[in-house]
């Protein structure tokens, strides 16, 4: 929990909401230090110096590998605030502040999907794929090269579905549970798992238990996400709310992760197109199961709808998760 103010509190639902309007307001500013790239310095540095030996050894310090990585990140967001409060309660709060919406991407979210967009259409449109293909290959994976609008368009909504819970409704659930501490402990294991939680030889056993970890920690903020996205289109004029809830649970395990697969349903169901499909990763096919029904063929204006639903999405969850904590308020 936060040293400053209650886990699930009026106090601290404030503060929360305050982040995500500093995160609207400024985003990731490129001149401010990022809690995340320290920690991304941090496994680098273990992962260079552990991730050798034999299968038992590696699985055993991955495990040690979350421990130090999460727990510390807890332990020193936690040490900070504490210090800081001692010097002064204000500034304490405006460390919080500021912490927590490190742990947002909202607006960074909006803009990496308006990057893929903006070549594509709208006043200034010039139909540069070429533009729109570079844009998307550094939000995915994949070979983007060769994709036409469709494809492009399939990526940067996957991409703004799927990282609506890592990047905003996640962080905000642990945020209200326990603070700017475990929230930075909860982007940890994300970065743990953006970096070694891979199935290949090199990351199969030492990456295991962070793969693990970040499921576990994702696994109710993703279903609680699919649920505020359904409710939010309740109010985004074009919206297919008809049977998307039904279809969403019925398609979300076909995702190989346990949790990417229900915001992505939730999202290709109301929008009345069709996620997943085939892939290519550095020269290597892949196929994932589709998620959907085709009612209409994917385009560039599909990532703006993309875009609107992920800010519904996450002000519903707010609401979602603020509505108890001001019920216990009137009721106490």
Same mark, same amino acid.
């Given at each position: 929990?936060?040293?400053?103010?209650?886990?699930?509190?009026?106090?601290?639902?404030?503060?929360?909401?305050?982040?995500?309007?500093?995160?609207?307001?400024?985003?990731?500013?490129?001149?401010l230090p990022h809690p995340v790239v320290g920690m991304g310095k941090v496994i680098a540095r273990l992962e260079g110096a552990w991730n050798h030996g034999a299968a038992a050894a590696r699985r055993r310090r991955g495990r040690w590998l979350v421990l130090v990585v999460v727990g510390g990140s807890w332990a020193l967001g936690w040490a900070l605030l504490a210090a800081l409060a001692w010097l002064s309660p204000w500034l304490a709060l405006a460390a919080e502040l500021g912490l927590l919406a490190t742990t947002l991407a909202a607006r960074g979210l909006a803009e990496a999907g308006r990057a893929v967009a903006g070549p594509l259409a709208g006043p200034l449109a010039r139909g540069d794929l070429a533009e729109a293909r570079q844009a998307l290959s550094m939000i995915v994976g994949r070979d983007t090269t060769a994709l036409d609008e469709g494809e492009l368009a399939r990526g940067a909504v996957?991409?703004?579905a799927e990282n609506t819970v890592d990047g905003i409704t996640a962080p905000l659930f642990w945020a209200l549970l326990?603070?700017?501490?475990?929230?930075?402990?909860?982007?940890?294991?994300?970065?743990l798992d953006s970096m070694v939680g891979y199935q290949s030889p090199r990351y199969l056993d030492f990456g295991r238990a962070s793969a693990r970890f970040d499921d576990a920690v994702n696994w109710l903020p993703a279903r609680l996400t699919a649920l505020a996205l359904w409710l939010a289109?309740?109010?985004?004029?074009? !919206?297919?709310?008809?049977?998307?809830?039904?279809?969403?649970?019925?398609?979300a395990p076909r995702h190989p992760s346990p949790n990417a697969g229900w915001p992505e349903a939730m999202v290709a169901n109301?929008?009345?197109?069709?996620?997943?499909?085939?892939?290519?990763?550095?020269?290597?096919? !892949?196929?994932?199961?589709?998620?959907?029904?085709?009612?209409?063929?994917l385009s560039v204006v599909h990532i703006g709808c993309a875009i609107r639903l992920m800010h519904g999405g996450w002000l519903a969850f707010?609401?979602?998760?603020?509505?108890?904590?001001?019920?216990?308020?009137?009721? !106490?």
């Open positions: 929990m936060s040293p400053l103010v209650e886990p699930f509190s009026l106090s601290l639902l404030g503060l929360v909401v305050a982040a995500v309007l500093l995160d609207l307001a400024l985003g990731d500013p490129p001149w996957e991409t703004v326990g603070g700017a501490p475990l929230a930075l402990a909860y982007k940890a294991a994300n970065t289109a309740w109010a985004i004029p074009g !919206s297919r709310l008809a049977g998307a809830l039904a279809a969403t649970r019925r398609e109301l929008l009345g197109v069709r996620l997943g499909g085939l892939n290519h990763y550095a020269g290597r096919s !892949s196929h994932r199961a589709t998620l959907g029904t085709a009612l209409e063929p707010l609401l979602l998760m603020g509505l108890p904590i001001l019920a216990g308020e009137l009721l !106490s």
